[in-house]
């Protein structure tokens, strides 16, 4: 018989260097492996399981609509997928949810809304889209293109045309490309997280909202990372008092099943028509039943536990030996640390906290509804790894 570990490594394709744990079971924030060892998740698989493992008012979410049916396609009215778009808007003043399967979807959504949308406005010409240096959007063709990384883009050759990377944080720069350019849209992350858990500064991004009304470009927010809840409110964007025209989300929104949405303003709640995009999985009812029980819960006070939380990590890793520097927002922590992140990341797992790397950091992302308990035994955990 083989092992776990050794059926995955035969059948499995070999995308995933994975950690050497196998979880058979979870409960909260805590994912029990093969020899019943227990694990405090402080990555809540790369900010997705948004109230942690198994949890119950999510679980009966689940369970009520698999009571009902699994999925109907879109050829059908059906209540969940229309429930959560309607929180969705309700929750931010958008008009209008286009639902795919996940971050890469939502962002291939926002991608063909700033291309149409430019090209009925601005001119066939006109479809270019800067993105950021250091980004990321996704793994497919289009949205790889877009991940201003080259390193990701190597092996893959030719990529989608029309996308142009500019430095984060430089405003000549970005000035520079849109005055030259005729651009369709500029997609910012408000804090890039496979990059490194970095913010944008809030001069770069009202600079941003002031290009694109003098230049006429749209604004899309990939939001699949920083989006529901993770950074302290609704999206990351409404720390920065912009209003972007696309908001892309995906990873917390279902809190453990695959949802990817893209939010339309009505500036271009209107640009795609009957056949211009679809899914047959978007929207899926099990996922967007899932997805309401989580949004519903992101109330104010929730939200605001969450960043008195953060404030906790914030505050045991700031000006501590072993720690260079702690970036992030919310429940979204880069901690660069003096020993290479892949040990101290080692070390916590074998001490019993599972946690993440972005590029040099430690990153964290604990379930938004971790108990302050929880959090401070894993906190200490990490620092004995520093
Ligand atoms: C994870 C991520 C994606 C890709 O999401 P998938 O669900 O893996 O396709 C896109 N953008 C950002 C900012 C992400 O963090």
């Known amino acids: 018989m083989k092992t776990l570990t050794q059926k995955d490594k035969t059948y499995v394709a070999n995308t995933y260097n994975r950690f050497p744990v196998e979880i058979v079971s979870g409960e909260g924030s805590y994912f029990y492996d093969t020899n019943g ?76 809304v700033a291309r149409k949308w430019a090209s009925d406005n601005k001119g066939a010409d006109c479809y270019k889209i800067v993105t950021l240096q250091n980004s990321f959007h996704g793994r497919t063709i289009t949205t790889l293109a877009a991940t201003g990384q080259e390193h990701y883009h190597e092996l893959f050759n030719p990529l989608t045309d029309g996308f142009i990377h500019t430095p984060a944080n430089d405003i000549e720069a970005l ?18 997280g496979e990059g490194g858990v970095i913010p944008l500064e809030a001069d770069f991004v009202k600079e941003l909202e002031t290009l694109s009304k003098q230049y006429n470009f749209l604004i899309i927010v990939d939001e699949v990372q920083t989006g529901n809840g993770r950074t302290g409110k609704m999206y990351a964007y409404m720390h920065f008092g912009i209003k972007p025209d696309v908001v892309s989300t995906a990873k917390g929104l279902g809190g453990g099943l695959p949802i990817g949405a893209a939010l339309l303003s009505e500036r271009v709640e209107n640009v795609l028509g009957f ?52 970036s992030g927002m919310g429940l979204m922590v880069g901690i660069k640390t003096v020993k290479p992140a892949a040990e101290v990341v080692k070390s916590a797992i074998e001490k019993g906290v599972l946690c993440l790397t972005a590029k040099d950091k430690v990153r964290l992302l604990p379930p938004l509804n971790i108990s302050v308990e929880d959090l401070k035994t894993a906190i200490n955990i990490i620092k004995s790894c520093l």
């Open 175 to 192: 000035k520079k490309i849109v005055s030259e350019n005729n651009i369709a849209a500029v997609m910012i992350e408000c804090v890039q």
């Open 37 to 112: 060892k227990k694990y405090i998740d402080m990555g809540s698989g790369i900010g997705v399981n948004a109230f942690g493992t198994a949890d119950e008012v999510w679980k009966s979410a689940v369970i009520n609509q698999l009571g009902k049916f699994q999925h109907t396609s879109n050829l059908y009215y059906t209540e969940p997928s229309a429930e959560l778009a309607e929180l969705l808007c309700k929750k931010t003043g958008f008009k209008k949810v286009f639902f795919g399967n996940s971050g890469a979807e939502a962002n291939e959504c926002a991608i063909k």
């Open 275 to 326: 056949g211009d995009h679809g899914s047959t999985y978007g929207g899926n009812p099990i996922c967007a039943a899932a997805a309401v029980s989580v949004v519903k819960r992101l109330t104010d006070e929730f939200l605001a536990e969450v960043t008195a939380k953060s404030e906790l990590i914030v505050s045991s890793f700031e000006n501590l030996e072993g720690v260079e520097a702690v």
